[in-house]
C-alpha cells in the first residue's frame, strides 16, 4: 500500500492559517493522507511566530518548514531550537538556530524531510543547495525522504530534482506563491512540482493587499510593511503517492481548495 504525502504551499497571514485550522485536517481525512508537510514562512505576512506555528501543528501539519523569511521574527529562535518539526533551510549559516532536516516516525515507517533555499534571484548567500543535499543524504536512514525547495528560480528547482532524481521520493517549490501545472514523476521515481502555490487570501497578489504591491511597481516608497489582503482564501498544496518500501513516487498531483 502506498503512503500519501501533503505538501502545503506557503502559508500567508491570519487568514491562511485560519484556513488550515478549518480545512486541513478534514482534507487529510477525505484524501487519506498520512503525513503532512506545510510551509509556514509568511504566517505573519513575513515571517512566523510562535504561536502561530503552534496553530499549524494543531491546524494538522506533521512538520512545518520555512524560507527566506525563518529568522524574521526573533521570538521564533527557541521554538527553532526546541521544536525538531520546525525547520529552516538547512543551507543557512551554522550559526543559525534549529535544524535544516529531521526524521519522524509515520504510520508508513521512517520519513526525512529536508528544507533547502535556492541561491537564484535570492538576496543574500547561503550555501550550495546542491552539495548540501548531497550532505544530508548520506546521513539520513529513512525510506521516505522529502525536500521542500524554497527557491525564485524555476530552473534552479527543477535542477535540483533532475539532480535528485530516485534518491528523494518527492521535491516541491515553494516561495512564489504561484501554483504551477507541472506535477509529474521524474524517470528514476521523483515526483516533483515546481511550485505548490500558497494558502491565503484568494484575492490578492501573492496574499498581499494588491494596492500595495501596486504602488511599490508604480514607484511608491514602502512607507508600512505588507498587509495581508480581506477575503476569501484557498489552499494550494500537492499529494504525492510513495511506496514506502522503494522511496520512489507513484504518482503527484496538484490540489487547491477554496
Given at each position: 500500500m502506498s503512503a500519501r504525502i501533503l505538501a502545503v504551499g506557503d502559508v500567508v497571514g491570519a487568514g491562511g492559517v485560519a484556513f488550515l485550522s478549518k480545512r486541513l485536517w478534514s482534507f487529510r481525512r477525505e484524501?487519506?493522507?498520512?503525513?503532512?508537510?506545510?510551509?509556514?514562512?509568511?504566517?505573519?505576512?513575513?515571517?512566523?511566530?510562535?504561536?502561530?506555528?503552534?496553530?499549524?501543528?494543531?491546524?494538522?501539519?506533521?512538520?512545518?518548514?520555512?524560507?527566506?523569511?525563518?529568522?524574521?521574527?526573533?521570538?521564533?529562535?527557541?521554538?527553532?531550537?526546541?521544536?525538531?518539526?520546525?525547520?529552516?533551510?538547512?543551507?543557512?549559516?551554522?550559526?543559525?538556530?534549529?535544524?535544516?532536516?529531521?526524521?519522524?516516525?509515520?504510520?508508513?515507517?521512517?520519513?526525512?524531510?529536508?528544507?533547502?533555499?535556492?541561491?537564484?534571484?535570492?538576496?543574500?548567500?547561503?550555501?550550495?543547495?546542491?552539495?548540501?543535499?548531497?550532505?544530508?543524504?548520506?546521513?539520513?536512514?529513512?525510506?521516505?525522504?522529502?525536500?521542500?525547495?524554497?527557491?525564485?528560480?524555476?530552473s534552479e528547482k527543477a535542477a535540483l530534482a533532475w539532480h535528485l532524481d530516485g534518491r528523494v521520493a518527492a521535491l516541491w517549490g515553494t516561495h512564489t506563491h504561484v501554483q504551477t501545472s507541472d506535477a509529474t514523476v521524474l524517470p528514476k521515481g521523483t515526483g516533483f512540482i515546481t511550485d505548490l502555490g500558497m494558502t491565503g487570501p484568494a484575492l490578492s497578489i501573492l496574499g498581499v493587499k494588491p494596492e500595495q504591491s501596486v504602488a511599490r511597481f508604480l514607484g511608491a516608497p514602502k512607507r508600512v510593511p505588507y498587509a495581508e489582503a480581506p477575503g476569501p482564501c484557498k489552499m494550494e498544496a500537492a499529494i504525492f503517492d510513495i511506496d514506502p518500501q522503494t522511496g520512489h513516487c507513484l504518482h503527484a498531483e496538484a490540489v487547491r481548495v477554496s
Open positions: 484524501h487519506h493522507i498520512d503525513f503532512a508537510v506545510v510551509n509556514g514562512e509568511n504566517a505573519s505576512v513575513v515571517g512566523i511566530n510562535p504561536h502561530e506555528a503552534a496553530e499549524l501543528f494543531a491546524a494538522g501539519a506533521d512538520v512545518v518548514t520555512l524560507g527566506n523569511h525563518a529568522l524574521q521574527k526573533h521570538t521564533i529562535f527557541q521554538v527553532l531550537d526546541d521544536n525538531p518539526r520546525l525547520l529552516r533551510p538547512a543551507n543557512l549559516s551554522p550559526l543559525t538556530p534549529g535544524m535544516g532536516y529531521g526524521t519522524y516516525d509515520a504510520p508508513f515507517g521512517r520519513v526525512a524531510v529536508v528544507n533547502l533555499i535556492g541561491r537564484c534571484g535570492m538576496d543574500f548567500g547561503p550555501d550550495s543547495p546542491f552539495y548540501e543535499a548531497e550532505r544530508i543524504l548520506n546521513k539520513l536512514d529513512a525510506n521516505v525522504i522529502l525536500v521542500d525547495f524554497h527557491a525564485e528560480a524555476t
